[in-house]
């Protein structure tokens, strides 16, 4: 590709100053998110309504919500906060299984670590 002649020089200088500028910039506030991300949002909220206390049914939410602007129906609230459910459930049986496979046997902890003499020979 030729460069057009009265096109200015690109100094070292100034990519170096386009790269902090750059740097320095934060990511846009999205206006629109997923159903995913809109449902993550009010979980909390919909869940209260749906529960036993409350009595709501995922329609009589998604209802609601469409009086707000927000269009998705009841089966696919239920759904996401389903996957929610899940994503959170995984989460929280790593988190549990890490702590507890560190901390459930104190003398592995303290063990000296086991060395085999045949690769101590080769790297010496």
Known sequence: MVEPKDSEKITKGKIDEAISVLKEQKPKEREDVSDREA?????????????????????????????QGINLSGSRIKYLIGELRKSTRRRQKTFSSENSSTSSNPATETEPPLVNKKSENILS
């Open 39 to 67: 449902v993550r949002k009010m979980r909390r909220y919909i869940e209260k309504l749906t529960s036993d206390k409350y009595g709501y049914t995922y329609d009589e939410v998604s209802e609601m919500l469409a009086g």
